[in-house]
């Protein structure tokens, strides 16, 4: 029943796509009611949709949505309402491996006995893995490329604020090590990246040699194919959870973070470092920094992308033309100071981010913070470091 479920929003998504596509074509502006309205209910009157009553009503108006969704980000993206771009919306394919349905909170109910009621489903078992904090909102069923089903809730969690400390940290990320961390106390920490993937590619090597000496459309095959696909799926979760740890222990040490705000997306065309980069997986540690950031009532601060944060001394403030990536340790040609490039260039960050705090507390009219929670992104660029900390090193 969940597959019906899954193939019946699938099919509702690409009609909506469908529709929505032949009406710009014809120069027509059709609203999000009247595209649900043709590919639901005037679809299950008609022979080849007759099928659509079969499956609960809510996931196939969240399909609707999501197809109006997609198509915005897409326009939002190409009028630069969007910092990111992204791609024409496609159709989906029964042949994804990953499935997924949405229903709110009239589609679903916890029962008391632990089992979850989906619409026109019925109960289903559940292996919690938490306790429901609030009442959820929504539900997202998921089937997984590994053959698991989930079950993701959408709950309201109140902010739980922590002592303020007077601890800041700048955070440089790397590859050798996933991150550097420098506080304005002097103190120095240094986050191990594991390498989930790196450890796993002969195990990949090898299922992915099977994969191909099966035949296509055998059941031999698509049991390798699970196996890769759970192999993938504990490098990702390995990787998720030793993320959380390490931006929970920083969050708890630091009341205000400031990391770079990189350009992930342009680094990995690379072909040298691109693996590597995507398994340190740093856009997902920042976006774990900031999430816990705004629940524990802390603040991170991205600088400019711009800052020569590795070139820039960061107890004089000069700046080298260049330094190769395979210098991991330089001295400064102006005061004779031996830097670590890692920490140098997280003292860099650290400085050049308390400049834009202050001056931007100074341009509102406020003294001490500019923000409690959340993430800060700064779109210019901006010093290399701060008046204050070029002339006192031990201000950076």
């Not at 993701?152 to 961390?181: C, H, K, M, N, Q």
């Not at 991991?328 to 997280?346: E, G, I, K, L, S």
Request: charged letters at 30%.
């Amino acid at each position: 029943m969940l597959a019906r479920v899954f193939g019946s929003c699938r099919v509702v998504f690409n009609d909506a796509l469908r529709v929505r596509e032949e009406a710009y074509r014809n120069g027509l502006k059709l609203s999000n009611s009247s595209i649900q309205r043709r590919v639901i209910t005037v679809a299950k009157t008609t022979a080849e949709r007759a099928w659509l009553v079969e499956v609960p009503s809510v996931a196939l108006v969240q399909s609707v949505n999501d197809s109006h969704r997609v198509w915005r980000n897409f326009f939002d993206s190409h009028t630069g309402k969007r910092r990111r771009r992204v791609g024409r919306p496609r159709m989906k394919s029964k042949k994804d491996h990953r499935q997924s349905f949405r229903l709110t909170r009239n589609g679903f109910t916890v029962r008391p006995n632990g089992r979850l009621f989906l619409a026109k489903v019925g109960e289903v078992r559940i292996r919690w893995s938490r306790d429901l904090p609030s009442d959820p909102s929504s539900v997202t069923i998921i089937r997984e490329p590994d053959g698991h089903f989930y079950a993701s809730f959408v709950v309201d969690v109140e902010p739980t604020p922590l002592r303020a400390l007077e601890t800041e940290a700048g955070v440089d990320l790397g590859i050798t090590r996933l991150a550097t961390i420098a506080a304005n106390d002097g103190a120095r920490t240094d986050v191990a990246n594991p390498k989930y993937l790196t450890r796993k590619l002969r195990k990949l090597r090898r299922l992915e040699r099977e994969k191909c000496r099966r035949q296509k459309g055998s059941n031999n095959r698509n049991k390798t194919r699970q196996k890769v696909a759970m192999a993938h799926d504990e490098v990702a979760r390995s990787r998720l959870d030793y993320q959380h740890k390490q931006a929970l222990a920083l969050i708890r040490k630091n009341q205000v973070i400031y990391v770079e705000d990189l350009n992930i997306a342009g680094m990995v065309r690379n072909r040298q470092l691109a693996r590597s980069i995507s398994d340190a997986g740093w856009g997902q540690f920042v976006r774990i920094i900031g999430e816990k950031a705004d629940r524990y009532g802390r603040t991170v601060h991205q600088v400019s992308r711009w800052l020569a944060s590795s070139k820039t001394c960061s107890a004089c403030g000069h700046k080298l033309d260049e330094l190769p990536l395979h210098i991991r340790q330089w001295t400064c040609p102006a005061c004779w100071v031996v830097h670590d490039r890692d920490h140098n260039a997280a003292r860099v960050i650290l400085a050049a981010g308390r400049a834009e705090r202050l001056n931007a507390s100074h341009k509102s009219g406020r003294d001490g913070e500019c923000g409690s929670g959340g993430v800060l992104v700064r779109s210019q660029p901006v010093a290399a470091v701060d008046n204050e900390a070029g002339s006192n090193p031990s201000a950076a």
